[in-house]
């Protein structure tokens, strides 16, 4: 049996003093941490909802002061915060996507007096495939790429195509436009680095590019798998076309209700 | 809903550290008709090699019916119809569709009545109108391809390649009933051409290949008729480098009248690799005939480095034929198969042949195709196609002839020679020689050459693609 002294237990109680010291200053800040986190997101909530009174407010008295085109604009500019704001899960149905390209194109054409127009393709079947599970903001960022980079050159006559065509499986959605295009070899790069499974800038940092499609591209494999996702073909002054491929599962199928909506892959 | 047939994703293939295809995705629908448009050497027919199963990818991801497949399984699903015939002349078309399913019959011998008969129903049935008893050879040869589109379905192609198939034959009203037949019977086409206006007649879509993938693809619109013309006349890129273009004319051929020809003039310059194209395929052999028996000229005249050329032949010339299964002599060793057409130079004064020449030719030619890895062999027997063509190449490098005119290449070149002949090529040329090559292939050939002539019966035009870049 071994032997305590009294300077020995002395500096085992200080240990042990210190140590519960700690724990509790480490078990309060994640409390404080937490709180703030709470406060944070209650915030967060919060100001959505001052957003969207503000602009029914504002859609209101465009109303009642016969601006039509106002109301309209702030109506698509509501929901479309409503849609990607609202955190409720990082899915939507194909119908909620396209809706909001609609919403957000009426806003982009207010913006740029009508330079240019969607045209959306729906297939005969849309019914039957409106329900299909696709990454919220899949869409968007591609139609945002074309009129940030695909009309900076032109003056108007600008025109996006979103075509969906499902298959037995699978839903194939080509957002193409008739702008300037991407020459070859930065086309060769944007596909490439579209390969990577860590972002690397096409034209080697000079200036951030590619990044919204590689962000799309990256969450479509993450959900659904290798096999899919998406890939960009383009002609110089001909237009570029954007090709999605995904697989076709259904918002109300067991799969996705099993899984959460997570991942497929 | 549109049913997928087939999709292709990431597909690559890579050959002597080129790119051949470059990551390349497609996809088709069942009873879909894609053209496929793209300039010599874009990858047109080694993608439709590949999905034949001809050709073997590095990598890539195969689907067929939305399910996973093997690049073996896809192919099995696909028939292959090339500008050259694959039936057998000698047999009629009944028996060129039916010989193949021989192993099929349980029976040795083939009813003969029975497969006229059911050959004469599937005519029927498509409303082709050529007769199952006649002799192959006896059909045109879009009646021929007609029979073997014919022969693809009923061997159960779902989908068949076009590959570089002169689309006049579509024209046929008999081509457009079969077309309208098989599409309804969901069977898919893919038609490869580097003509954007004849694809536009007969393809629901068109896929655009440069650079070894796929850039583009259109639906077949008429409102899409201004874009097509503007992509097609759009210079594609070029990566060949225009190397010595020597000013000083090698021969010069002034107002040349034989035959049907009637006043062609052309020159070729020192140390230039030129491509002369007989597209229409009826000129290219009056010239040939003419630049080897000059003496035959009926007017103008040839002149090599300023000297006209009159006898029955002319010495700075020589002619390679690329029929390599009799030039090369299977008994003989390596060396000999290289020297053979210099043994004069290599003998000493008595005739005697010098072994330590022979060898030191042996060790350059060797040298010259490190790369290549070719060794010292003492029989040529079951030789590789490119080996075989570095030994013919280098044979008649070793004449020193002024200028060499390389006839019909296309019959032998593939993929995988093609590189080689080119560096062949590349290397005379910069040795002071000039290269003439005559040949009907023109999206083959093309990068073989710096300078193009289009030649017809009363005209030789400079091929002027190039330079719009």
Same mark, same amino acid.
């Given at each position: 049996?071994?032997?305590?002294?009294?300077?020995?237990?002395?500096?085992?109680?200080?240990?042990?003093?210190?140590?519960?010291?700690?724990?509790?200053?480490?078990?309060?800040?994640?409390?404080?941490?937490?709180?703030?986190?709470?406060?944070?997101?209650?915030?967060?909530?919060?100001?959505?909802?001052?957003?969207?009174?503000?602009?029914?407010?504002?859609?209101?008295?465009?109303?009642?002061?016969?601006?039509?085109?106002?109301?309209?604009?702030?109506?698509?500019?509501?929901?479309?915060?409503?849609?990607?704001?609202?955190?409720?899960?990082?899915?939507?149905?194909?119908?909620?996507?396209?809706?909001?390209?609609?919403?957000?194109?009426?806003?982009?054409?207010?913006?740029?007096?009508?330079?240019?127009?969607?045209?959306?393709?729906?297939?005969?079947?849309?019914?039957?495939?409106?329900?299909? !599970?696709?990454?919220?903001?899949? #869409?968007?960022?591609? =139609? &945002?790429?074309? $009129?940030?980079?695909?009309?900076?050159? *032109?003056? %108007?006559?600008?025109?996006?195509?979103?075509?969906?065509?499902?298959?037995?499986?699978?839903?194939?959605?080509?957002?193409?436009?008739?702008?300037?295009?991407?020459?070859?070899?930065?086309?060769?790069?944007?596909?490439?680095?579209?390969?990577?499974?860590?972002?690397?800038?096409?034209?080697?940092?000079?200036?951030?590019?590619?990044?919204?499609?590689?962000?799309?591209?990256?969450?479509?494999?993450?959900?659904?798998?290798?096999?899919?996702?998406?890939? !960009?073909?383009?002609?110089?002054? #001909?237009?570029?076309? =954007? &090709?999605?491929? $995904?697989?076709?599962?259904?918002?109300? *199928?067991? %799969?996705?209700?099993?899984?959460?909506?997570?991942?497929?892959? | 809903?549109?049913?997928?047939?087939?999709?292709?994703?990431?597909?690559?293939?890579?050959?002597?550290?080129?790119?051949?295809?470059?990551?390349?995705?497609?996809?088709?629908?069942?009873?879909?008709?894609?053209?496929?448009?793209?300039?010599?050497?874009?990858?047109?027919?080694?993608?439709?090699?590949?999905?034949?199963?001809?050709?073997?990818?590095?990598?890539?991801?195969?689907?067929?019916?939305?399910?996973?497949?093997?690049?073996?399984?896809?192919?099995?699903?696909?028939?292959?119809?090339?500008?050259?015939?694959?039936?057998?002349?000698?047999?009629?078309?009944?028996?060129?569709?039916?010989?193949?399913?021989?192993?099929?019959?349980?029976?040795?011998?083939?009813?003969?009545?029975?497969?006229?008969?059911?050959?004469?129903?599937?005519?029927?049935?498509?409303?082709?109108?050529?007769?199952?008893?006649?002799?192959?050879?006896?059909?045109?040869?879009?009646?021929?391809?007609?029979?073997?589109?014919?022969?693809?379905?009923?061997?159960?192609?779902?989908?068949?390649?076009?590959?570089?198939?002169?689309?006049?034959?579509?024209?046929?009203?008999?081509?457009?009933?079969?077309?309208?037949?098989?599409?309804?019977?969901?069977?898919?086409?893919?038609?490869?051409?580097?003509?954007?206006?004849?694809?536009?007649?007969?393809?629901?879509?068109?896929?655009?290949?440069?650079?070894?993938?796929?850039?583009?693809?259109?639906?077949?619109?008429?409102?899409?008729?201004?874009?097509?013309?503007?992509?097609?006349?759009?210079?594609?890129?070029?990566?060949?480098?225009?190397?010595?273009?020597?000013?000083?004319?090698?021969?010069?051929?002034?107002?040349?009248?034989?035959?049907?020809?009637?006043?062609?003039?052309?020159?070729?310059?020192?140390?230039?690799?030129?491509?002369?194209?007989?597209?229409?395929?009826?000129?290219?052999?009056?010239?040939?005939?003419?630049?080897?028996?000059?003496?035959?000229?009926?007017?103008?005249?040839?002149?090599?480095?300023?000297?006209?050329?009159?006898?029955?032949?002319?010495?700075?010339?020589?002619?390679?034929?690329?029929?390599?299964?009799?030039?090369?002599?299977?008994?003989?060793?390596?060396?000999?198969?290289?020297?053979?057409?210099?043994?004069?130079?290599?003998?000493?004064?008595?005739?005697?042949?010098?072994?330590?020449?022979?060898?030191?030719?042996?060790?350059?030619?060797?040298?010259?195709?490190?790369?290549?890895?070719?060794?010292?062999?003492?029989?040529?027997?079951?030789?590789?196609?490119?080996?075989?063509?570095?030994?013919?190449?280098?044979?008649?490098?070793?004449?020193?002839?002024?200028?060499?005119?390389?006839?019909?290449?296309?019959?032998?070149?593939?993929?995988?020679?093609?590189?080689?002949?080119?560096?062949?090529?590349?290397?005379?040329?910069?040795?002071?020689?000039?290269?003439?090559?005559?040949?009907?292939?023109?999206?083959?050939?093309?990068?073989?050459?710096?300078?193009?002539?289009?030649?017809?019966?009363?005209?030789?035009?400079?091929?002027?693609?190039?330079?719009?870049?």
């Amino acid at each position: 049996m071994k032997l305590l002294s009294e300077k020995k237990l002395q500096k085992l109680l200080e240990e042990h003093s210190q140590k519960a010291v700690r724990d509790n200053a480490r078990y309060y800040e994640n409390e404080i941490l937490k709180k703030q986190t709470e406060l944070l997101t209650l915030q967060n909530q919060i100001n959505p909802h001052f957003l969207y009174n503000a602009l029914e407010c504002i859609r209101a008295q465009a109303v009642l002061s016969d601006m039509r085109e106002i109301a309209d604009i702030t109506y698509a500019l509501s929901n479309f915060f409503r849609y990607s704001i609202s955190m409720k899960s990082d899915f939507a149905t194909l119908n909620d996507e396209v809706n909001v390209i609609n919403n957000y194109m009426k806003i982009q054409q207010y913006r740029f007096r009508d330079r240019f127009c969607l045209n959306v393709d729906l297939p005969e079947a849309w019914n039957s495939i409106m329900d299909a !599970v696709i990454p919220k903001l899949t #869409l968007q960022p591609i =139609v &945002e790429n074309s $009129i940030v980079h695909a009309f900076t050159e *032109s003056a %108007d006559n600008g025109v996006i195509t979103i075509e969906i065509i499902p298959t037995k499986k699978h839903i194939n959605i080509r957002i193409s436009d008739n702008g300037k295009g991407i020459d070859s070899d930065t086309l060769k790069m944007l596909n490439h680095s579209l390969e990577q499974e860590y972002y690397v800038s096409p034209n080697h940092g000079k200036r951030s590019t590619g990044i919204a499609l590689w962000n799309v591209n990256r969450r479509l494999k993450l959900v659904f798998g290798d096999n899919y996702g998406l890939q !960009v073909s383009s002609t110089p002054d #001909l237009g570029t076309d =954007v &090709e999605i491929h $995904i697989p076709y599962i259904s918002v109300n *199928s067991d %799969d996705f209700s099993q899984t959460g909506g997570n991942t497929y892959a | 809903m549109p049913e997928e047939l087939y999709r292709i994703q990431d597909l690559c293939l890579r050959k002597d550290n080129t790119m051949l295809i470059d990551h390349l995705t497609m996809y088709q629908y069942k009873g879909e008709i894609i053209g496929l448009i793209g300039l010599h050497d874009s990858g047109k027919t080694l993608l439709s090699l590949i999905l034949s199963g001809q050709e073997l990818p590095d990598s890539g991801r195969f689907y067929y019916e939305e399910s996973p497949v093997s690049c073996q399984v896809l192919a099995s699903h696909v028939a292959l119809v090339q500008r050259r015939s694959s039936l057998i002349p000698s047999l009629s078309v009944a028996e060129n569709v039916f010989i193949i399913r021989r192993h099929k019959r349980s029976s040795f011998l083939m009813h003969r009545k029975l497969i006229l008969h059911e050959a004469h129903n599937y005519m029927r049935e498509m409303r082709l109108t050529i007769p199952p008893h006649v002799q192959v050879k006896h059909l045109t040869r879009s009646q021929q391809c007609l029979v073997e589109i014919l022969k693809a379905y009923i061997l159960g192609a779902r989908l068949i390649i076009l590959d570089d198939i002169p689309l006049t034959f579509f024209q046929d009203p008999q081509f457009s009933r079969m077309y309208q037949y098989l599409k309804e019977k969901k069977v898919s086409f893919l038609l490869t051409s580097c003509d954007i206006y004849q694809l536009q007649l007969f393809s629901d879509r068109i896929y655009f290949m440069d650079d070894h993938r796929i850039v583009k693809w259109i639906y077949n619109e008429k409102r899409n008729a201004i874009d097509i013309s503007r992509l097609y006349s759009r210079p594609l890129s070029y990566t060949e480098p225009l190397s010595h273009d020597s000013p000083i004319v090698a021969m010069k051929a002034d107002g040349l009248c034989y035959g049907s020809l009637k006043h062609i003039s052309f020159e070729l310059h020192e140390g230039g690799i030129v491509a002369i194209f007989d597209l229409f395929r009826n000129a290219s052999s009056q010239l040939l005939d003419l630049l080897s028996h000059p003496r035959n000229l009926t007017a103008g005249s040839i002149n090599v480095y300023e000297k006209p050329v009159k006898g029955e032949s002319c010495a700075s010339f020589v002619f390679a034929g690329f029929e390599l299964e009799d030039c090369i002599f299977e008994t003989l060793s390596t060396r000999d198969n290289i020297c053979i057409g210099s043994y004069k130079k290599l003998a000493g004064p008595l005739g005697i042949l010098r072994r330590a020449r022979m060898q030191y030719v042996e060790q350059t030619f060797i040298k010259e195709y490190e790369e290549e890895g070719f060794n010292p062999r003492a029989s040529c027997r079951n030789l590789p196609k490119k080996e075989r063509l570095a030994m013919y190449l280098y044979r008649l490098e070793l004449l020193r002839k002024k200028i060499i005119f390389c006839i019909y290449p296309e019959k032998y070149i593939d993929y995988d020679t093609l590189h080689l002949l080119k560096k062949s090529l590349q290397r005379i040329a910069r040795r002071g020689n000039t290269v003439c090559i005559i040949t009907c292939d023109f999206e083959k050939i093309y990068p073989l050459a710096e300078r193009h002539l289009i030649l017809s019966l009363d005209s030789i035009q400079e091929y002027a693609g190039k330079d719009e870049e």
